[in-house]
């Protein structure tokens, strides 16, 4: 008699399964917003090697950026980013639970006490602190490049 | 016989999760600046010595660096999965693997000498 061991059975997945509901779709589109994430660094490596290497380099990286189908690119690849960023900073509160240490809570008035339940910072708290930092960030490099050489 | 979970999962569930914040927030600025601004001509881009000035010094380097190498594994953490489950190709798991964290680490060391030279 042969050995057979049992295996549970798996029913087979469609291959394009994520094809098949709009939600699904978009957790696709979501998850693929990596490769955009991969392109992004790539594309800012070429910008730092061309800087790296002079001023000739720097204008030949800005005329290459400036071809018609790098500006489709990088304006899908933004879509994507922010795409990434809207759903990251919005999954953040599901992800972790924030709480006020006890001591700070013991000092905080009653009616704010009353409003963060067993201690949790509310969701939407820390979904609005993401996209303050997200504006933060962006100003400081956007002014930081844009001061840099005008 | 079942395999034990290997104990490196969680760290490089950590290091997607570290990876993903800094994408979100440092990614978009400078693709919305260099990849769409600039090249459509709105404003003027920087002129080479105040940029280079910029990325030349340490304190840029160091950040960039950061954000490079946690975007990369960011991204080689979840391209991975999304590969294995997007096309059903589980059978294929260790050769992803060896694509998405080796291109992660071919990137990383690539913005490393990027960053030296400048």
């Given amino acids: 008699m042969t050995a057979t061991r ?11 399964w994520w094809l098949r509901r709009r939600s699904y779709l978009l957790f696709m589109l979501r998850e693929l ?24 380099d720097y204008q030949r990286f800005l005329d290459w950026a400036a071809k018609p189908w790098v500006i489709a690119v990088n304006v899908l690849a933004l879509a994507f980013l922010v795409f990434h960023s809207v759903t990251w900073f919005n999954l953040a509160p599901k992800a972790m639970v924030v709480r006020v240490p006890k001591q700070m809570l013991a000092l905080a008035p009653k009616a704010i006490v009353r409003r963060l339940p067993e201690g949790r910072v ?14 933060f960030v962006a100003a400081i490099v956007a002014g930081l490049v844009m001061r840099s050489g005008s | 016989m079942r395999r034990r979970a290997r104990p490196i999962e969680p760290f490089l569930w950590l290091l997607f999760s570290a990876g993903g914040v800094l994408a979100a927030l440092f990614l978009p600025v400078v693709v919305l600046l260099f990849g769409v601004v600039y090249p459509l001509g709105g404003i003027g881009p920087p002129t080479y010595p105040g940029l280079h000035a910029l990325a030349a010094h340490a304190l840029t380097r160091v950040v960039i660096f950061i954000v490079c190498v946690l975007s990369l594994i960011h991204w080689a953490h979840r391209f991975r999965f999304t590969v294995l489950h997007g096309l059903q190709i589980g059978r294929l798991g260790r050769l992803v693997s060896v694509f998405c964290y080796g291109g992660a680490l071919v990137g990383s060391l690539a913005a490393l000498v990027v960053l030296v030279r400048i």
């Fill in chain 1, 6 to 16: 049992a295996r549970a059975y798996r029913q087979a997945v469609p291959r394009l």
């Fill in chain 1, 33 to 56: 917003s990596c490769v955009f994430v991969a392109w992004a660094v790539l594309f800012l490596l070429l910008l730092l090697k061309a800087v790296g290497n002079g001023h000739v």
């Fill in chain 1, 122 to 135: 509310p969701g939407w708290l820390i979904v609005a602190q993401n996209y303050v930092a997200w504006v």
